[in-house]
């Protein structure tokens, strides 16, 4: 009789302590649930405010809310914008709701709309290298350029080629030529090796630039240090011949371009050890076969020469990834263009996020075994791997 008490008291005992340990993970899959739900309305708002962003950007609306230094109504924002009444009304619900534009009432309770100075040193020109602003524009071009191919690409895996990509990629060279505009000559080539780069370039080097496009890196680097010579190699005969026309049009005899593909140079033999500084600005992850690329950057060097890749700041490993600040919007970039662009011809299709352990072992790799990473002076998007061949190409 005693032991059947005891007996029935430890089935007890567990059946409630099951009953606990259920209704403990109810309760947490209910919280993880409810915390879900929050993070979905905060992923349809902000996704619908990336696009409201890209609109009030484009059209120049920003512009003209950051230079009302006071509180203005719907109708005089529209006189200085030249734009639209309703539509601009439409909008700041948007930015209103959104918290980016502050809502008050004048004496005659009439909506008067405010963009702060702080948000406007985020999102308006005046921000120059701060602008997150500009990158409100990126999804919304893609989505237009190539969201139908790159759905069909899930189940075909074929890649996206530039063609595509039009709109985009006059974006992207935009983007570019403000930024070496505003940091190459005076910020970013003085930093590289101590300003060592600098210095061979003032005495003469020649100097290429793979993936070149339009060309205004290496138009720059032409004016400013006109002993040295400079050499662009681009894929699209279209941005080399807007780029030889933009180099004739500055008088320069010390820059050329040429049509090449930068994954066949480590088979060119006039062109093994030509150059004694290459650059590759963001470009190798987009190619077909970065591999290659990287094989013909090494070729190209004469012995002692520098290869400064510029290109994301991330890890090879997503679960590094996790905390990276912008990580769901550049895996985004790169899933609707770096990626489709670089499986064309079944290529590698390296992606954006292809991150610097893999960058590394690639150019090691390619036959550098000096590779030095450095984050880039006010640039937090990329990282700058310097380069160095040690060796004659025969060695």
Not at 137 to 149: N, Q, S, V, Y
Request: hydrophobic letters at 40%; charged letters at 25%; glycine letters at 8%.
């Amino acid at each position: 009789m005693t032991r059947s008490i005891q007996v029935d008291r430890i089935l007890y005992q567990k059946s409630d302590m099951t009953n606990r340990a259920e209704k403990d993970m109810a309760e947490r899959s209910e919280e993880k649930q409810q915390d879900f739900a929050r993070k979905m309305t905060d992923i349809l708002n902000y996704g619908a405010l990336n696009l409201a962003m890209g609109i009030g950007y484009t059209t120049g609306l920003f512009e003209v809310l950051d230079a009302m230094d006071t509180p203005a109504t719907v109708q005089e924002i529209a006189k200085d914008a030249r734009l639209d009444e309703r539509y601009i009304r439409e909008w700041l619900g948007v930015m209103v709701t959104g918290g980016i534009v502050e809502l008050e009432k004048n004496e005659r309770g009439e909506d008067m709309y405010l963009l702060p100075r702080e948000h406007g040193a985020l999102i308006t020109r005046r921000a120059g290298n701060d602008n997150l602003g500009v990158y409100t524009r990126e999804i919304p071009l893609l989505t237009r350029c190539a969201l139908d191919e790159v759905i069909s690409g899930f189940a075909t895996g074929q890649g996206v080629t530039y063609d595509h990509y039009p709109q985009f990629q006059a974006f992207m060279g935009q983007l570019a030529d403000a930024k070496h505009c505003h940091v190459l000559v005076d910020t970013f080539l003085p930093w590289v090796a101590h300003g060592e780069m600098v210095r061979r370039m003032r005495q003469g080097i020649r100097v290429c630039d793979l993936g070149c496009a339009q060309g205004l890196a290496l138009i720059l680097m032409a004016e400013a240090f006109p002993r040295s010579s400079f050499v662009g190699f681009d894929i699209s005969r279209q941005a080399i011949e807007v780029a030889r026309q933009a180099a004739a049009s500055r008088g320069l005899t010390n820059v050329s371009f040429q049509v090449r593909d930068c994954a066949l140079l480590a088979g060119e033999d006039d062109l093994r050890e030509t150059f004694d500084y290459v650059l590759a600005f963001d470009a190798i992850h987009d190619q077909t076969r970065p591999r290659q690329a990287l094989q013909g950057a090494y070729a190209l060097l004469t012995p002692g020469g520098m290869f400064s890749m510029v290109d994301i700041a991330a890890s090879s490993r997503l679960e590094a990834n996790q905390d990276h600040s912008m990580g769901p919007f550049l895996y985004t970039v790169s899933l609707m263009h770096c990626m489709p662009v670089g499986l064309v011809d079944g290529g590698e299709g390296l992606g954006m996020m292809w991150g610097r352990e893999k960058a590394e072992a690639m150019l090691r790799e390619a036959g550098f075994d000096r590779v030095e990473v450095a984050e880039i002076p006010n640039d937090p998007f990329n990282l700058h791997f310097l380069c160095i061949k040690s060796h004659s190409n025969g060695s």
